[in-house]
């Protein structure tokens, strides 16, 4: 089940964050301020196998870290985090997102998801890759909405 995050998850993600993203990671500071920052969606799953934290404000959500632990990928986790953040994007009609162009699965996971690429970031991570800058255009619903894609961060391995 997917939940909202919560301080006592904070530990356990930083963690996780370590483990997926090194020397990128969010420290627990960091992930703490994404619990009450304004417009910030920040979910995990029950286990504390996966999160998203997204962000928005007016009408674009970006889509700031997804992550999923290595032995649980491969089992529609990532797609449900996904899922949760594309429901509460409230009045954005898009999504946006940053990924590492080396990192081949997600760049496949996202666009299978109707994502598309629509920039690059040269030498954007710290070990100088180069970050491919992705968009989704969202239904235009409101505070709730489904996943299914109307149209056409990130960091991290998914499933």
């Given at each position: 089940m997917i939940r909202s995050a919560t301080p006592a998850d904070i530990p356990a993600l930083a963690a996780l964050e370590a483990d997926l993203f090194g020397v990128d990671a969010w420290d627990e500071k960091a992930l703490a301020a994404e619990l009450t920052a304004p417009g910030r969606h920040?979910?995990?799953d029950d286990g504390l196998r996966g999160y998203v934290v997204t962000a928005t404000a007016g009408d674009i959500t970006d889509l700031l870290r997804i992550g999923v632990r290595p032995d649980c990928r491969r089992a529609g986790l990532a797609?449900?985090?996904?899922e949760e953040a594309l429901a509460h994007t409230g009045e954005a009609d898009r999504m946006l997102l940053e990924v590492s162009a080396g990192n081949r699965g997600a760049v496949a996971f996202y666009l299978a998801r109707g994502f598309a690429q629509v920039d690059v970031r040269p030498h954007y991570y710290r070990d100088g890759s180069d970050a491919?800058?992705?968009l989704r255009d969202l239904?235009?619903?409101g505070a709730s909405r489904t996943g299914t894609p109307s149209s056409i961060?990130?960091?991290g391995d998914h499933d």
């Open positions: 920040f979910a995990v797609s449900a985090l996904l491919l800058v992705l239904p235009q619903s961060r990130h960091n």
